[in-house]
């Protein structure tokens, strides 16, 4: 008989902070969608991480709603993989907590992710804040991950959540797989269209800097034509050409083309022409997610039943290892 091949497992997850940026697409939701095909994925909306920051909750209970209906629109298919959203598994906070007895305060404080948002928010740097990463780690640890998509800005909670699950094995053995980061070689750090050393984002104040995706075509248009480039004209991907380089690498993960491609393909035309392409480009990637997402947000009935089949399974998977990591730490289980 032939041997059965286990699937690799991936895991990832998104905050439901706003409608997901172009860059959000492009680092790490379209990844998602493609490899659900060849490994068995979890996928799941971060509630809890977005309450780092203050959140109106009737907003966030909206967003929340949202982010689940976009994750399908982009071609998560609940059938092929496990959809959730993960305040409505208790596991996740549970472990959560046994791991922070395991993190140091000085690894977490190392964390740029938490000095860029305590600077952004030096009003409210709380505890959450800044054990962000170990409510992560647990994320990825209970579902024995062996891969986390993810875009650039995530390799350092990477890099922590393999760190503390070879700890927790060096002392109790075997409980915790070790996941690998999975970022794109291209792709994996959209910039800003309005600050091109900047990380698009989808809570940035300047509503011009991100191309939100579900953005109606004359708005994406109107944001490519007025993107940040350089004062030179030639179409070339080269150091320092901080704007047309996030251009190009937008274009190449929208058509498929090489840099090689697209500069011999705009030799001799402007920027003018090239944003105008660039634009195009991605209002007819997002077309159909647009469309998606408009027949999915008005079926609340489906959308909850998906995710209540999604917080059901996630918790069966999910328990096996945190009842492992317990008895392992000498609570007493039941
Ligand atoms: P926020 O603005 O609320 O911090 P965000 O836009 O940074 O949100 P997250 O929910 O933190 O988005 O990230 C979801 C996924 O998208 C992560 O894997 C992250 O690495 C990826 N990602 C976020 N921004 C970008 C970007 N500009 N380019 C590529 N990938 C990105
Ligand atoms: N921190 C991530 C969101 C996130 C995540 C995860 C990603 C929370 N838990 C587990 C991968 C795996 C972010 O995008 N800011």
Known sequence: MEEQVKKKVILSGIQPTGVFTLGNYIGAVQNWGKMQEEFECAYFIADLHSLTVRQDPSVLKKRALDAFAL?????????????????HVNTHAELGWLLSCYTQFGELSRMTQFKDKSAAHADNINAGLFTYPVLMAADILLYQADMVPVGADQ????????????????????VFKIPEPYISKSGARIMSLQDPLKKMSKSDANLNGFVSILDEPNVIMNKFKRAVTDSETEVVFREGKDGINNLMT????????????????FEGKGYGDFKIAVGESVVEKLRPIRENFDRLSKDKKYLEECYTKGAELAQRVSSRTLNKAKKKVGLLVK
Do not use: W
Not at 71 to 87: N, R, T
Not at 157 to 173: K, Q, S, V
Not at 250 to 258: E, P, Q, R
């Open 71 to 87: 994750l399908l629109a982009c071609g998560i298919d609940p059938e092929k993989s496990l959809v959730f959203i993960q305040s």
């Open 155 to 174: 390799k350092q909670h990477l890099e922590f959540t393999r760190d503390i699950a070879t700890r927790f094995n060096n002392i109790y053995g075997n």
């Open 250 to 265: 937008i274009y190449s993960c929208m058509t498929g083309l090489t840099m090689e491609q697209i500069e011999k393909d």
